[in-house]
């Protein structure tokens, strides 16, 4: 349902401002979301004054230096800090990246981090994405092949129909785009949202799976498919290039010209 | 875990605009405008069937300048949605996805729309 304005317990309030005691010159503003399951009280934003001269080229590099040096309580999700693994997924700067791979130095003024929008947040910049785990799940996104476990021959694909794949399997399903997108945040229920959809897309692109017309009848629906308005969120958002607009888009002809 | 207790993180609040969104948003917006724009000038139609006082008063009004500023508005809002909506049909094709594309259609949408308007209103005011 659409709700412009966040709920009573979710009201940001300002938080405590952690002075720089390095004496540094080059001294920046980060201004992070913070909320503690632990106390009652409402999320708040944390100002840290961080030395940037002795700090690395990316955000993750900006909080990491915060949680070793100036707030150990700092929590987030990482992992590869390669934009590999798609755990450091956040809203930096009003734009939904991946920490390890933005440049801070991309960014002017003070720098903003938020968790991914419109989620229920578990602690600090951690959001819960179980909903989105689901969908994910309800798509099945594994090869459903045609043939019964005796005759175990190779599925061979063409290098055409290789390629078919390119701009969908590289997907890391770090939600950035799925939690960029207005209709998902207003009808995250029920609509799959862009990062399911493009996975959707790849197993019914993909020409060694035999349930191309089940994938496709379980997928067209008001809610699930069609609430995508081509926003193009998600691909302004996505961390790795890619284009879940076009899969949506290549879905709903795929549907119309079926 | 207790969810209820869990806070929503902040979404319209913080997330940046970018071209294809602020068109999203205002081809709606433009398009609930349209549909009473439309009823509207339906009804100025049916007005001419109760005589000649009702559509000399909608004339009234319509040479006032808020008249004026309203079908100046009305000659955009309608370009808008129109030129927006091909974008749309050529989505719908499976063209223009492409991220510098959309960006640069939308920008032609939206200059496209006042070029239009202004087409609209020079042709309506020698016709008429």
New interface residues.
């Given amino acids: 349902m659409v709700q412009?304005t966040?709920?009573q317990?979710?009201k940001?309030e300002v938080g405590e401002y952690f002075k720089d005691k390095t004496k540094s010159k080059n001294l920046r503003k980060i201004n992070v979301?913070r909320?503690d399951?632990s106390d009652n009280k409402?999320?708040r934003i944390d100002t840290f004054e961080v030395d940037m001269n002795n700090c690395g080229p990316k955000v993750l590099d900006i909080l990491f230096k915060i949680k070793n040096e100036i707030d150990p309580s700092l929590t987030f999700r990482r992992s590869c800090a390669h934009g590999v693994c798609g755990s450091c997924a956040m809203?930096i700067?009003?734009?939904n990246n991946l920490a390890c791979i933005k440049s801070h130095e991309d960014i002017n003024g003070d720098l903003?981090i938020?968790?991914?929008?419109?989620?229920?947040?578990?602690k600090d910049l951690i959001?819960?994405l179980s909903t989105l785990y689901k969908q994910y799940e309800s798509i099945q996104p594994w090869l459903k092949v045609g043939q019964t476990g005796k005759e175990k021959e190779e599925i061979k694909q063409s290098q055409k129909d290789r390629e078919k794949l390119d701009g969908y399997y590289e997907c890391i399903l770090c939600a950035c785009c799925s939690t960029?997108c207005?209709s998902y945040?207003w009808n995250g229920d029920k609509y799959l949202g862009p990062a399911v959809l493009l996975q959707a897309y790849r197993w019914i692109n993909d020409s060694r799976d035999n349930d191309k017309k089940e994938r496709l009848k379980k997928v067209a629906d008001e809610l699930k498919l069609y609430r995508c308005?081509?926003?193009?969120?998600c691909?302004?958002s996505c961390p790795k290039g890619l284009?879940p607009?076009?899969a949506i888009?290549?879905i709903?002809?795929m549907l119309?010209t079926s | 875990?207790e969810?209820n207790?869990?806070?929503?993180?902040?979404?319209?609040?913080?997330?940046?605009l970018?071209i294809?969104?602020l068109l999203?948003?205002s081809h709606r917006i433009v398009g609930v405008i349209n549909f009473f724009a439309i009823s509207f000038i339906c009804f100025w139609i049916l007005s001419l069937l109760l005589g000649e006082d009702n559509y000399e008063l909608t004339k009234l009004f319509m040479s006032s300048p808020i008249g004026k500023f309203l079908i100046i508005f009305l000659c955009w809002t309608f370009s808008f949605h129109i030129l927006n909506e091909i974008r749309?049909l050529i989505?719908?094709?499976?063209y223009g996805?492409?991220?510098k594309v959309?960006k640069i259609s939308g920008i032609i949408v939206l200059i496209g729309s006042f070029v239009l308007t202004i087409f609209f209103y020079l042709m309506g005011k020698n016709f008429i």
């Fill in positions: 412009f966040l709920p317990n979710s940001i979301y909320w399951p409402n999320p809203n700067d009003g734009v903003n938020y968790p991914l929008p419109h989620l229920k947040v578990i959001g819960d960029s207005p945040w308005h081509t926003i193009m969120n691909t302004n284009n607009a076009k888009g290549s709903k002809k119309a | 875990m969810q207790k869990n806070p929503l993180s902040p979404h319209l609040q913080i997330y940046k970018h294809s969104s999203s948003i749309h989505w719908d094709v499976g996805f492409d991220l959309a």
